[in-house]
């Protein structure tokens, strides 16, 4: 009984740790608005904007990925 | 870890495949394509040097050109204008040759009429004289022989009797001289006339408007022994 | 639609497809195979134990690394023949060659505009990069893998399935519970902590190598700078703290290249067994997921390389010059 109520503490942890992937993907949504504007607004600096773009959405996915570490850590009892 | 089924064993054996993989990599694909892309670049610059050179090369030639034709027109436009200028001189000479040659024609014309002319006026010499001396017979009778009245009209009209030059007085000397009567002189009054002038050419003129006698004309003296230039005297002489 | 009408026999196959899909799943009903975040191991015992290391198993993703790089060097074999008979004769190059040109120039393109003079260093990490995860995203959704494999008992506790004979020594999978669990021969590596774990190692490490190359000891600045300390005390803090920063993001960048590429695989392969599970015969879900997971693996082999090539650009410039224009 108390290990079913730790395995379901894990599960929901995990699933709560997930939550966090929602500040990421408005991150990763304003880092492509701001990019896809400026591209419109300029389309000649194109590869700069892309790659500075692709560098903003990989910090701000980091998070979500901090989160997915997490979650994995709570579901699979690694610590 | 082992939940996340992460080994170091593993971990090994992906470095190893990683390595092989970006040696061989690098060794087959990247090293040839960067050589290549560099190669390639090399000759397009090459190519676009060699036809900068070409329209370089071509530009110098179209001003050679252009310089070649600018020459050609100002020649060819110097040989129209010397032919035009020869043209034009030659048609100026044949002009004047030919106005010289009209000029000769009407000449010739107008010696040929004033002999014409002389010959009528000589023709009606002698018919003047005859009805002039009709009228003074009339008017004077029978006073007069024919002969001398012939030789009184002929005096009258040629200023010369018996073979001398009587109207005109006084020594003459001059190169030509000109001799102008009323009406033509004959031969023998001719002679006679260069005779008193001792003149080397004399020419002969005739001017009916001065009724009779000859006005002789050597160098620049005028012998005035006509009867209009008497009559124009007598007239002046009785104002 | 031009292409379509042109040769409208594609509706037909694509229509004949489904309905042989609704059938077979009729008949052979999808199972939901167990889900593990590490690779499954084909042989239960070790194959052998090194003394340091420790016990070496036979996992899936071993075949697949083998296969992976084995076809991967038949590639490049393939495109060096190429380059080579077109390097000899005027240049321009065909086929297989011409096609990996077309694609690597845009990179190389990309790179020099970030890297500038340092672009033939940092162009081969990327493209390494870039054409690896690429071939693993793409082999993963090969049919067969991840679906035939060998049968084990199941652990204690887990959930199994029931075994019904197919031919010979083939099984089939029943939707009953059972004993039994699938380990597949082939997993796709990207679905493999210790592939996308390494390559996060080799290109932090590698980062930090260009770095040095091209600004030497001058390069551990970025990370200790109390050069700043004693000349302006407040900002000199902060920019302490801030090297401080970036030492602890580099430790970061290794977690989170790891973790992008593991996570949206490993999403690709939950969504695509989760979904075939549930809806069963229709069949049209997953295909579509399938082309889901083709977007996103690209996709995430670009983002890995380009990620890799900016932090090297941004370590072979000095940081003398921010600092300059910071204050």
């Known amino acids: 009984m108390e290990g079913s109520i730790m395995e379901a503490g894990r599960y929901v942890g995990a699933g709560l740790a997930m939550l966090g992937a929602a500040g990421a993907g408005i991150g990763v949504g304003l880092s492509a608005l701001g990019a896809l504007t400026g591209m419109a607004r300029n389309p000649d600096t194109y590869g700069n904007l892309l790659s500075s773009m692709i560098l903003g959405i990989a910090f701000s996915e980091a998070i979500a990925i901090y989160c997915l570490v997490i979650s994995f850590l709570m579901l699979f009892k690694v610590v | 870890m082992e939940a996340l089924g992460i080994n170091l064993g593993f971990l090994i054996v992906q470095i190893i495949a990683f390595t092989i993989l970006f040696l061989t990599l690098n060794a087959w694909i990247y090293k040839p394509m960067l050589d290549m892309m ?6 397009i610059a090459q190519g676009l040097e060699d036809a900068r050179v070409a329209a370089e090369a071509r530009a110098n030639a179209e001003k050679e050109a252009a310089k070649i034709i600018a020459e050609a027109q100002a020649e060819a436009s110097k040989v129209i204008r010397d032919a035009t200028e020869r043209a034009e001189s030659a048609g100026k000479e044949v002009k004047a040759a030919a106005e010289a040659e009209a000029a000769k024609a009407r000449e010739a014309a107008l010696a040929e009429v004033e002999l014409e002319r002389a010959r009528i006026l000589g023709e009606l010499r ?21 002969k001398k009245q012939r030789a009184l009209l002929d005096e009258f009209f040629s200023g010369v009797k018996a073979g001398k030059v009587v109207v005109v007085e006084g020594e003459f000397q001059g190169e030509a001289a000109e001799v102008t009567s009323a009406l033509p002189l004959t031969g023998e009054e001719q002679e006679a006339v260069k005779k008193s002038f001792k003149a080397k050419e004399v020419t002969f003129k005739v001017n009916p408007s001065i009724l009779g006698g000859l006005v002789v004309k050597i160098g620049d003296k005028v012998l005035d022994g006509s009867v209009a230039g008497k009559l124009e005297g007598l007239r002046h002489s009785l104002k | 639609m031009e292409q379509v009408k042109r040769r409208p026999w594609r509706r037909w196959v694509l229509l004949g497809l489904l309905i042989v899909g609704y059938i077979l799943g009729g008949r052979f009903v999808p199972v939901q195979p167990e889900i593990t975040v590490a690779p499954e191991k084909l042989i239960e015992e070790p194959l052998f134990t090194l003394p340091v290391i420790g016990d070496f198993y036979l996992v899936n993703t071993m075949p697949t690394l083998i296969l992976t790089v084995i076809l991967l060097l038949i590639f490049a074999y393939a495109v060096n023949r190429s380059l080579k008979k077109s390097a000899q004769t005027d240049l321009v190059p065909r086929g297989i060659g011409n096609a990996t040109e077309a694609i690597l120039e845009v990179i190389y393109n ?44 199941v652990a204690p506790g887990h959930e199994g399935h029931a075994k019904e004979l197919l031919a010979g020594k083939w099984y089939l999978f029943t939707a009953e519970e059972g004993e039994y669990i699938l380990a597949p021969f082939f997993r796709g590596i990207s679905v493999d902590l210790n592939f996308t774990f390494t390559l996060a190692l080799i290109a932090v490490v590698a980062i ?23 000349k302006k005390p407040v900002f000199g803090v902060i920019d302490m703290f801030m090297g401080i920063l970036e030492l602890i993001s580099e430790f970061a960048k290794i977690l989170s290249f790891a973790f992008r590429l593991f996570g949206n695989m490993f999403a690709g392969i939950v969504l695509v067994s989760v979904f075939g599970a549930l809806l069963g015969k229709i069949s049209i879900v997953p295909a579509a997921i399938y082309m889901f997971e083709l977007f996103v693996g690209i996709i995430q082999a670009f983002v890995f390389g380009i990620l890799t090539m900016v932090f090297m650009s941004m370590a072979t410039q000095g940081h003398g010059g921010e600092e300059h224009a910071g204050h």
């Open chain 3, 208 to 230: 930090q190598v260009v770095g040095f190359r091209a600004q030497g000891w001058g390069y551990l600045t970025k990370f200790f700078n109390f050069g700043g300390v004693f």
């Open chain 2, 38 to 43: 560099e190669t390639r670049k090399q000759k």
């Open chain 3, 110 to 153: 990309m790179t020099e505009g970030a890297a500038g003079k340092w672009v033939r260093t940092v162009f081969p990490w990327f493209a390494t990069i870039m054409i690896y995860v690429l071939f693993a995203n793409l082999l993963k959704l090969l049919p067969g893998f991840e679906s035939i494999g060998v049968l084990h008992h």
């Open chain 2, 126 to 146: 002698g018919q003047v004289a005859s009805l002039a001396v009709a009228a003074a017979n009339k008017l004077v009778g029978e006073a007069l022989d024919e």
